[in-house]
């Protein structure tokens, strides 16, 4: 069974520059999740969407940030435009359907911010 | 709400030599709790979860955490350490009613001196 696939696997721009992120979660997993992960920090949720909808994107900085799973499958988060305090890695996770499942991650996208 | 302490951002051991990993939880109801192993450039693997069965919980690469009520408390341990076992260590809850939503401890680096 394939895993949570992320791209790209790193990113490199300037300041006020656009970015975007994409994920392929397990197939028939349900649940997404978008966390970002600071440097030596543990990941914090920005959104998590059941299906194709966004059931809890509190976390996510709604000025700069948005993210969208059309069709429920695959999803992408964009930052436009990036700021230096954005520098951080991004991680995908899925999880199938249920409370007490287990979420997989993905490797992550590790953005940098000059 | 929810929350996790991991005292000690980086502990060393010796290989061979027991690893004991400290994780401290806050939470209104009564939590889920995971451990999830980092490898350097990985998104996180699962190594064990507590979800109100047995206390004591086994997980992969023989590594075990005890979920104490009275002590608030979800330490990780492995009788003996190995060096594949450097890692970053990340303690999370969740709430167990409504959906999954993990929260994360800061991560403890585990260093395994030959």
């Known amino acids: 069974e394939a895993g949570v696939v992320q791209s790209p696997r790193y990113k490199i721009i300037e300041k006020k520059q656009p970015v975007a992120f994409w994920c392929n979660p397990i197939?028939?997993?349900?649940?997404l999740y978008w966390y970002r992960q600071n440097l030596g920090q543990g990941p914090e949720l920005l959104i998590r969407?059941?299906?194709?909808?966004?059931?809890?994107d509190s976390q996510l900085p709604k000025d700069r940030f948005s993210a969208e799973r059309l069709k429920g499958v695959d999803s992408t988060l964009k930052i436009q435009p990036a700021e230096l305090g954005d520098s951080a890695v991004y991680l995908c996770?899925?999880?199938?359907?249920?409370?007490?499942?287990?979420?997989?991650f993905g490797p992550g996208t590790r953005l940098t911010v000059l | 709400a929810q929350s996790v302490t991991q005292l000690g951002s980086h502990v060393s051991v010796s290989e061979g030599a027991l690893v004991l990993l400290r994780c401290n939880y806050s939470s209104s109801v009564p939590p889920y709790l995971f451990w999830y192993v980092q490898y350097p450039n990985q998104g996180l693997q699962l190594l064990l979860k507590y979800t109100s069965a047995a206390t004591l919980v086994k997980g992969i690469n023989g590594f075990e955490a005890e979920f104490k009520k009275s002590e608030t408390s979800f330490h990780l341990t492995k009788p003996s350490a190995h060096m594949r076992d450097a890692a970053e260590y990340f303690c999370?809850?969740?709430?167990?009613?409504?959906?999954?939503?993990?929260?994360f401890g800061q991560g403890t680096r585990l260093t395994i001196n030959p």
């Open positions: 996770a899925s999880k199938a359907g249920g409370t007490y499942n287990e979420q997989f």
């Open positions: 197939s028939g997993h349900n649940t």
């Open positions: 969407y059941e299906n194709e909808e966004a059931v809890d």
């Open positions: 999370a809850v969740s709430a167990i009613q409504g959906a999954q939503k993990l929260v």
